[in-house]
């Protein structure tokens, strides 16, 4: 079982930048992705970036070449790298696991976050607002 603590939301104006980190406990037998979800008032939660263990990335198309997704090597903390942000970037924002069947492994493949309800587990999310 994995337990997953976000930190490092705020606030910024609009141009800023804000990092984000989560820190991944707990074991799991299975490999797993990581990724981050955000979800504004009033809208469903959407897929930000992910990341496999071997390190690769998607992205949602709204976030691509502002936001970076990494972990450190032995993938118990994730950080999000947040650039340029607007002020629809405003939202609060999940830290996510999603676990491989046993055995398997959880790939990223470029251009596809999978949805939320294949996400295994969460955080209880950070803010992150932005003013114009």
């Known amino acids: 079982q994995l337990q997953l603590v976000e930190s490092g939301g705020g606030s910024v104006e609009a141009g800023g930048s804000l990092s984000l980190s989560c820190v991944v406990s707990?074991?799991?037998?299975?490999?797993?992705?990581l990724g981050w979800f955000r979800q504004a008032p009033g809208k469903e939660r959407e897929g930000v970036a992910a990341?496999?263990?071997?390190?690769?990335?998607t992205y949602a198309d709204s976030v691509k070449g502002r936001f970076t997704i990494s972990q450190d090597n032995a993938r118990k903390s994730l950080y999000l790298e947040m650039n340029n942000l607007k002020p629809e970037d405003a939202a609060l924002f999940y830290c996510?696991?999603?676990?491989?069947?046993?055995?398997?492994?959880?790939?990223?493949?470029?251009?596809?976050?999978?949805?939320?309800?294949?996400?295994?587990?969460w955080g209880q999310g950070t803010q992150v607002t932005v003013s114009s």
């Open positions: 990341i496999d263990s071997n390190g690769r990335t």
């Open positions: 996510a696991a999603d676990l491989a069947p046993l055995g398997g492994r959880c790939t990223v493949k470029p251009g596809r976050l999978r949805p939320e309800h294949e996400w295994n587990y």
């Open positions: 707990g074991h799991s037998y299975s490999d797993y992705c």
